[in-house]
T-cell receptor
Framework: DADVTQTPRNRITKTGKRIMLECSQT?????MYWYRQDPGLGLRLIYYSFDVKDINKGEISDGYSVSRQAQAKFSLSLESAIPNQTALYFC?????????????FGPGTRLTVL | GENVEQHPSTLSVQEGDSAVIKCTYSDSASNYFPWYKQELGKRPQLIID?????GEKKDQRIAVTLNKTAKHFSLHITETQPEDSAVYFCAASGTASKLTFGTGTRLQVTL
């Protein structure tokens, strides 16, 4: 879905570095989410935001922080990256006015921490 | 919180056969159950969903069934084709409007 974009698409960094992953959407949705995907573990929720002033921790928030700069932008930061944060990261959006909680995913960011 | 279990983790079927993937959930308040398909190197995409007031929903070759009493739901794919090969995720959403995902099923359709 081209309406949800993520930058960068791939990133290699070193242990201890601070990095930011960015997500933008043009769908006009108010809700945004960050997930990480690891083989065999599915998609696990890191943080979610139901509007600009609302930030909530997901099931695996330790080591991560987020910022909702505008309704259309939601960024994920790793303050001091460690190797076990190597994963595929997805941003997703949903619309609280919708009939369901359907989420629409961005293309993903593949992060490698050396 | 919600816990979703998904089985099997891998499934291999011959082209034309049916495939069934099963999920169970723990939170009786969950009321929305989507299924996502993720092709290799791509993002997860919604293929079908069902709300708790419906027992079954069908869309061409795919169908989802829901048993609220037993807290389980299933994805059925009939007449499988090679392009059905992918990883499938079930999910459940309740009062918190968050999705909890299963761990995924890798479906391989062989010729």
């Amino acid at each position: 879905d081209a309406d949800v974009t993520q930058t960068p698409r791939n990133r290699i960094t070193k242990t201890g570095k601070r990095i930011m992953l960015e997500c933008s959407q043009t769908k006009g949705h108010d809700r945004m989410y960050w997930y990480r995907q690891d083989p065999g573990l599915g998609l696990r929720l890191i943080y979610y935001s139901f509007d600009v002033k609302d930030i909530n921790k997901g099931e695996i928030s330790d080591g991560y922080s987020v910022s909702r700069q505008a309704q259309a932008k939601f960024s994920l930061s790793l303050e001091s990256a460690i190797p076990n944060q190597t994963a595929l990261y997805f941003c997703a959006t949903s619309d609280s006015r919708g009939r369901t909680d359907t989420q629409y995913f961005g293309p993903g960011t593949r992060l490698t921490v050396l | 919180g919600e816990n979703v279990e998904q089985h099997p983790s891998t499934l291999s079927v011959q082209e034309g056969d049916s495939a069934v993937i099963k999920c169970t959930y723990s939170d009786s308040a969950s009321n929305y159950f989507p299924w996502y398909k993720q092709e290799l190197g791509k993002r997860p995409q919604l293929i079908i969903d069902i709300r708790s007031n419906v027992g079954e929903k069908k869309d061409q070759r795919i169908a989802v069934t829901l048993n609220k009493t037993a807290k389980h739901f299933s994805l059925h794919i009939t007449e499988t084709q090679p392009e059905d090969s992918a990883v499938y995720f079930c999910a459940a959403s309740g009062t918190a409007s968050k999705l909890t995902f299963g761990t995924g099923t890798r479906l391989q359709v062989t010729l």
